[in-house]
């Protein structure tokens, strides 16, 4: 794996001056990615806060050939791509080698775009897909998803006097790709540069399609500090809310354990206005419910990564 | 007297659509008319409602269909592409005859286009954009309280035909705000029909169905269809006209575009040009017949759209001068200012 040394003398594929937030995780995301790449990729984008602050034109931030098609079909676009790269290879009319990664948020990706992305895992296209999950519609402004936690306050499942944010479980989404029996799975999270940066470069050296569930603070739809967006993807894997790990053809491989240093849910809530009702008296029974659920998911984990 | 308050319209037609009775909204996010989820999320609460955050606007119609089947008042709204995305589903309740309400508020396209306001979905909402033979009913309001009055109405008009309406307005007439005055609150107690599927204990069963496989019952389907939607073409039609009595030179236009368009008149006739206007308030059934016989003396015809043209072809159709109709627009989010609609008219 390339060291930090390395990767700081590399060409920048995603390039400053778009149009991110302070503090935009979306953006750290794709720079880290195309980062661990040698710049021979092509890039689909579906519609969503990245797609939309990197590619005002005529600016672009990426330095690589980009397509953006709509917001449901980023996986179906570039398996088009990718089938049309292998018939001309397979004709001997082209034969560089070329990597194919699409992006999409979680709207994309857990809803809209679910149907695209099966289709495209299960056809076998040679490809990486990376979701960056920040947890809601970010891009039009702050709607809840499936991705979005149990307790989190958006504006389409605000928290008021009758409800506390959304009273759904978020979709274990990374378990749906696992089910596609594709040959490389994992989940990682911005915070952890070596980690991602480790499993971009192994999903690209694995034939097939590919999956990495990038776990990605929001400091707008979060509401916290523009600073502290790395802190905040650390705490997620700390905390055990998000487990950083790996799938490789089907064995599960955790990739950080804190064992006695698991941190309380709270830590991790706690920074977020989102989750600011939460923290009132009488909603304690519900932060305890909380804590119960990432220790039972985490207990499952451990199991599977056992058993596997 | 009653209180005007100061909305916008996206909030306008969520509130007049609630006032009017509907109790099942499902959307999906989309600007720009994200004020409307957020809205339902918790007005739908306080009246009882059901609002819903669907996956996709593919989603979201086909919840509409589903509480249309049971005779509720269901509707959705979304933004250009999330409209193209339901067209499958608009078709479907169009062959099932599920009144339903869908408003559009219209940007920028075609594809991803932008976010600007835009008028260019009329051949869509107008000519049946997905695929069959069927009509919506199309309300091009120009106000926010022509948004609250049309919307208002909208339920029971659908009902009445088991018609789908379309409220097709655009980002600017989503966004802006206006002081507007609501309606009373609706007490709509379910539909009394002999259609509605509602459970069919004491009563014999029904069916609500788009396949029609048998030799020519899908023509007989399609020719109740189209007799329908004549009866609907000759009661529901409403237009708007400004000045054209002894108008020479007429314009044409709908929804916010003919609200720059009726200034442009009075600035014309401030510099003796006798100008007028012809608004279609629904754009099906297109009020053709009335605009033959306003145009039929005026010597010169300008349609104006937000879009590269599309009224225009109806405006000729409708006329018996069509070479006086020339036509002046912009595309993408430009807006026609009215000193530019002026010169050209002149």
Known sequence: ?308 | MKNKELVCGNIAFSEAAIRGGCRYYYGYPITPQNEVTSYMSSRMDEVGGVFLQAESEIASINMVFGAALTGARAMTSSSSPGISLMQEGISYLAACELPAVIANVMRGGPGLGNIAPAQSDYFQAVKGGGHGDYRLIVYAPSTVQEVVDYTYKSFSVAEKYRMQVMILMDGLLGQMMEPVVFPEMVEFKGIKSDWSITGCKGRAPRLVRSLFLGRGVLEDHNKKLQEKYKKAEETELKYETYKTEDAEVLLTSFGICARFCRKAVDLLREKGVAAGLFRPVTLWPFPGDKLFKVAENVKKIVCVEMNAGQMVEDVRLSVSNPEKVSFFGRTGGGIPSVSKIVEFAK
Request: glycine share 8%; proline share 5%.
């Open chain 1, 1 to 308: 794996m390339a060291t930090l040394k390395e990767l700081a003398k590399k060409p920048e594929y995603f390039t400053n001056g778009h149009r991110g937030c302070a503090g935009c995780g979306a953006a750290i995301v794709a720079r880290h990615v195309l980062m661990a790449t040698d710049g021979n990729v092509v890039v689909a984008n579906a519609t969503g806060c990245l797609e939309v602050f990197s590619t005002i034109f005529p600016f672009t931030a990426w330095n690589v050939p980009f397509i953006h098609n709509a917001f449901e079909n980023a996986a179906a676009t570039i398996s088009g791509v990718e089938a049309c790269y292998q018939s001309l290879k397979a004709q001997k009319r082209y034969d560089k080698e070329v990597k194919f990664i699409a992006f999409g948020g979680d709207g994309g990706t857990y809803d809209i775009g679910l149907q695209a992305l099966s289709g495209a895992m299960e056809r076998g296209h040679d490809m990486l897909y990376v979701c960056y999950d920040n947890g809601a519609y970010m891009n039009t402004g702050i709607q809840r998803s499936s991705a979005t936690p149990k307790g989190a306050n958006t504006t389409t499942a605000p928290a008021g006097k009758v409800e506390q944010g959304k009273t759904q479980k978020r979709k274990d989404f990374t378990a749906i790709l696992v089910a596609h029996h594709i040959p490389y799975v994992a989940q990682a999270v911005v915070g952890d540069w070596a980690d991602l940066t480790r499993k971009v470069e192994k999903a690209l050296s694995i034939k097939g399609p590919t999956f990495i569930n990038v776990f990605q603070p929001c400091r707008l739809g979060w509401g916290y500090e523009p600073s502290r967006t790395i802190e905040m993807g650390r705490l997620a894997k700390e905390t055990c809310f998000w487990p950083v790990f790996e799938v490789e053809n089907g064995v599960y491989k955790l990739n950080y354990n804190p064992k006695d240093r698991k941190k309380p849910i709270t830590e991790f809530l706690k920074p977020q206005s989102r989750f600011k009702h939460l923290f009132k008296e009488e909603n304690k029974p519900l932060l305890e419910e909380i804590q119960k659920d990432v220790d039972q998911e985490w207990q499952r984990m451990l199991k599977i990564c056992e058993a596997t």
